[in-house]
């Protein structure tokens, strides 16, 4: 964990709650980007990364073993799971269905050079069974180690690993077979 995060949390441990929005500027778009790779639709990746927050300022205290990002991370793809939960208790098609949100870029220059590409991978994740797009994104989006993950998803490490290596086997299929069309 860094300096920062040391601070922000020994501050908030003593009352002060106002670190929770630092906390949120810092994380907000990395939160938002996973959340929406897990669900695929942009406002519901903003409400679960709000409600995380909401859940974090309710806490007392808060004692962190390893890094505050991969903390909220964690606590982001628990809240995205209990979500998808919901959804298919509620409707009989799965969030899977969704097409893929429009991609933002900074630029114009960059959605020339890297729209395309980036809509390609994008849809790719997508593409993905929950279990392995959850384990890819965590592992490269939040940087989370498997042990970590493997303990978030209350399943084995060999499961982690697994579901990893499967994830990106079926994404450098999908992306060779959209590259050499």
């Given at each position: 964990?860094?300096?920062?995060?040391?601070?922000?949390?020994?501050?908030?441990?003593?009352?002060?709650?106002?670190?929770?929005?630092?906390?949120?500027?810092?994380?907000?778009?990395?939160?938002?980007?996973?959340?929406?790779?897990?669900?695929?639709?942009?406002?519901?990746?903003?409400?679960?990364?709000?409600?995380?927050?909401?859940?974090?300022?309710?806490?007392?205290?808060?004692?962190?073993?390893?890094?505050?990002?991969?903390?909220?991370?964690?606590?982001?793809?628990?809240?995205?799971?209990?979500?998808?939960?919901?959804?298919?208790?509620?409707?009989?098609?799965?969030?899977?269905?969704?097409?893929?949100?429009?991609?933002?870029?900074?630029?114009?220059?960059?959605?020339?050079?890297?729209?395309?590409?980036?809509?390609?991978?994008?849809?790719?994740?997508?593409e993905l069974p929950y279990e392995q797009r959850e384990?890819?994104?965590?592992?490269?989006?939040?940087?989370?180690?498997?042990?970590?993950?493997?303990?978030?998803?209350?399943?084995?490490?060999n499961t982690v690993l697994g579901r990893y290596r499967?994830?990106?086997?079926?994404?450098?299929?999908?992306?060779?077979?959209?590259?050499?069309?």
């Open positions: 964990m860094n300096i920062e995060d040391k601070l922000l949390i020994w501050r908030f441990n003593r009352g002060d709650c106002s670190v929770v929005r630092r906390i949120y500027e810092k994380y907000k778009n990395d939160l938002v980007a996973l959340a929406a790779a897990l669900l695929k639709e942009k406002s519901a990746a903003e409400d679960v990364v709000h409600d995380v927050f909401v859940s974090f300022l309710k806490l007392k205290r808060f004692r962190l073993t390893g890094s505050l990002r991969g903390f909220l991370a964690t606590c982001v793809a628990n809240a995205a799971r209990n979500v998808i939960r919901a959804s298919s208790r509620h409707q009989q098609s799965t969030l899977d269905d969704t097409p893929p949100p429009a991609s933002k870029t900074s630029s114009p220059d960059c959605e020339a050079i890297f729209g395309e590409e980036s809509r390609l991978l994008s849809r790719a994740i997508w384990v890819v994104m965590l592992h490269t989006h939040a940087g989370l180690k498997f042990a970590q993950i493997a303990e978030s998803q209350n399943v084995s490490i499967y994830g990106l086997e079926k994404l450098r299929s999908k992306l060779d077979g959209e590259v050499q069309k």
